[in-house]
């Protein structure tokens, strides 16, 4: 599995926007699916979005519905997540990873976490 590097995050104000990038460190993204998680300190790693490898369909937690857009360019070998107005619950480490769709429901396939990309969101 390639290492995928997240970048993208800061410190933002509540009401904010930021957009996170994740790309992988050698290969292609093309023909994966991909997602979106994030672990909040001492919470559960959690899912937030995720991409079929044709663009289609896409899925969002509840909570971020509305407010955050996930997308890919192969073309540009990364998958993206445009967060907008930004809540403080949204604070968060943010992680990319390849994932798999099973009732509905998306979980990670990779084994390996990235680093992710902190996003601190000040209230």
């Known amino acids: 599995q390639a290492l995928l590097v997240e970048s993208g995050g800061g410190l933002v104000q509540a009401g904010g926007s930021l957009r996170l990038s994740c790309q992988p460190s050698?290969?292609?993204?093309?023909?994966?699916?991909m997602g979106w998680f994030r672990q909040a300190p001492g919470k559960a790693r959690e899912f937030v979005a995720a991409?079929?490898?044709?663009?289609?369909?896409?899925s969002y937690t509840e909570s971020v519905k509305g407010r955050f857009t996930i997308s890919r360019h192969d073309s540009e070998n990364t998958v993206y997540l445009e967060m907008n107005n930004l809540k403080s619950e949204d604070t968060a480490v943010y992680y990319c990873?390849?994932?798999?769709?099973?009732?509905?429901?998306?979980?990670?396939?990779?084994?390996?976490w990235g680093q992710g990309t902190q996003v601190t969101v000040s209230s």
């Open positions: 991409i079929g490898w044709t663009g289609y369909p896409t």
């Open positions: 050698v290969g292609t993204l093309s023909r994966n699916a």
């Open positions: 990873n390849t994932v798999y769709q099973y009732e509905n429901k998306w979980f990670p396939r990779g084994d390996y």
